[in-house]
Nanobody, 116 residues
Framework: QVQLVESGGGSVQAGGSLRLSCTAS???????????MGWYRQAPGNQRELVAT???????NYVRSMKGRFTISRDNAKNTVYLEMNDLKPEDTAVYHC???????WGRGTQVTVST
């Protein structure tokens, strides 16, 4: 059974940077590499929303408001997907979750808080 654990969240000031990691256990490197991965976020009172996705072949897709500030990448040898976040804004404050493949599972998330 695949399980995901996110890390790397924290509190930063506006304009700062963070690098989130999501590592999958319970999956072979081959199985991990065959699946797309995604980062999503959920702010208090809001629905979970897409941030970025990366396909099995490394193709990436971003929500427009995050394109140019966020970069998704993956290291299949480590069963890990990353989200590099730069020029963070207070509105980026949320719990960030990763998702395995098209239907999950999901990780529990890591909190990102951006202050002015």
């Amino acid at each position: 059974q695949v399980q995901l654990v996110e890390s790397g969240g924290g509190s930063v000031q506006a304009g700062g940077s963070l690098r989130l990691s999501c590592t999958a256990s319970g999956a072979s490197r081959t199985f991990f590499s065959m699946n797309a991965m995604g980062w999503y976020r959920q702010a208090p009172g809001n629905q979970r929303e897409l941030v970025a996705t990366i396909t099995s072949t490394g193709g990436t897709n971003y929500v427009r408001s995050m394109k140019g500030r966020f970069t998704i990448s993956r290291d299949n040898a480590k069963n890990t997907v990353y989200l590099e976040m730069n020029d963070l804004k207070p509105e980026d404050t949320a719990v960030y979750h990763c998702k395995f493949g098209a239907s999950g599972p999901w990780g529990r998330g890591t909190q990102v808080t951006v202050s002015t």
